[in-house]
């Protein structure tokens, strides 16, 4: 499969980061091609500029702002978020990304009335989710919500295939996480990549 | 009140424009002191960056480079938020807001880990001026983050039992003009009573 794996945390040395390398190790040492996307290595500017808000709802110009990101969009079959929960949510890297990057009229059309967004990304047939949260997870779970799990799940999901699988995969409790539950952890990332 | 009034929108001739002018006006009625900080205008970077990262949670250091910000926050007696809901939530921008300045040490004291404390006690009220492109089902079934960041997350950080309100106009993309202006005219009536 073809498989786009975004990734958002500032420091190379964190535990953010040796999930996102093992994951795309994983990923290709099964066979699959993998594009992985670096945001903070990039350098993508999350900032949504007036110009591009400007230019949002215009066919073809909203589009010509993040032209390479898209493509990557375009070519995936699976599409695949790593990154750290900051304050319940996306970190603000990540969320600008999906703020510019998944723009109307090329990921999904708006509808006028109450029916639901008409979703574009058809190619994209598996999405999912690797994330490190700092709370427990009947915390995250029942009392303050996953924003950033909903707005990718519930937000993204419906404008990919109809039939697109997905997946969510949490490390709770990180202040207290011991070497043994992140190693236990990375397992389970190496078991995902093995069986996607 | 020293009001700090957090404006997070890229376009000055935007609705959300109009609104910060009626809101404003509002404000300078009821007498209120406002100092706005505008994040697109002052350019506020919202990236929590890899030295940040690594010094987040050492309270001697945590707060370089952001003294400025920081002082503008811990000066004001009330806090105003107002933005647009992007892709069903805040903007990167606003986001990134929270994720650099609600520091331990500066937000939130982390010294017990058991029993974490909010700091921002010196905040006694609270308003969210908020718009959503899609209807209110819609934000409900996302969860709304925008609602729950200014009645659940930044209401934890204030004074206890200190007044929230939220002020929200759902659906702006169908919006009729009669609509914007009606809210329009109850955001400057709701803030004359800040």
């Known amino acids: ?196 | 009140m020293r009001v700090l009034y957090l404006y997070c929108h890229p376009v000055p001739e935007s609705y959300h424009g109009a609104l910060r002018a009626a809101a404003l006006a509002g404000l300078e009625r009821a007498g209120h002191e406002v100092d706005l900080f505008d994040l697109y205008a002052e350019g506020f970077d919202p990236v929590l960056g890899g030295e940040e990262r690594r010094r987040y949670h050492d309270t001697t250091r945590n707060r370089a480079g952001l003294e400025a910000p920081i002082a503008r926050l811990q000066r004001a007696e009330a806090l105003v938020l107002q933005f647009p809901t992007w892709c069903y939530g805040p903007p990167a921008m606003l986001k990134g807001f929270f994720d650099r300045l609600f520091l331990p040490g500066v937000a939130f004291d982390l010294t017990d880990p058991a029993r974490v404390r909010p700091m921002l006690g010196h905040l006694r009220k609270l308003a969210g001026i908020v718009t959503y492109g899609r209807p209110r089902l819609a934000a409900w079934y996302m969860g709304d983050p925008p609602r729950k960041l200014v009645t659940r997350y930044v209401r934890w950080f204030i004074a206890p039992g200190a007044p929230v309100a939220y002020h929200a106009l759902y659906h702006l993309n169908v919006a009729t003009d009669t609509a914007r202006r009606t809210f329009l005219d109850r955001v400057e009536r709701r803030l004359e009573r800040f």
Not at chain 1, 2 to 7: M, N, S
Not at chain 1, 39 to 57: E, K
Not at chain 1, 90 to 111: C, N, Q, S, Y
Not at chain 1, 176 to 184: G, L, V
Request: proline share 6%.
């Open chain 1, 1 to 196: 499969m073809r498989v786009l794996v975004v990734f958002a945390h500032p420091v190379e040395e964190s535990f953010g980061s040796a999930i996102y390398r093992r994951l795309v190790e994983g990923l290709e040492r099964n066979g699959h091609e993998v594009r992985g996307l670096d945001l903070y290595a990039q350098g993508f500017d999350p900032v949504m500029s007036a110009t591009h808000r400007r230019d949002y709802h215009t066919p073809g110009h909203n589009a010509a702002h993040v032209a390479d990101q898209l493509e990557h969009l375009r070519w995936a079959e699976a599409l695949i978020f790593v990154y750290p929960t900051w304050w319940y949510s996306l970190p603000a890297m990540l969320k600008g990304w999906i703020d510019r990057v998944w723009v109307p009229h090329v990921t999904f059309e708006l509808p006028s009335g109450l029916q639901p967004v008409r979703g574009k990304m058809h190619n994209i047939r598996l999405l999912g989710g690797v994330s490190t949260y700092g709370s427990p997870w009947w915390w995250i779970r029942f009392v303050v919500g996953d924003l950033g799990q909903r707005i990718i799940m519930r937000g993204l999901k419906p404008l990919c295939h109809p039939r697109c699988r997905s997946f969510w995969l949490g490390h709770y409790r990180m202040d207290s996480s011991t070497p043994r539950t992140r190693e236990a952890f990375l397992a389970r990332v190496d078991q995902l990549a093995a069986t996607l």
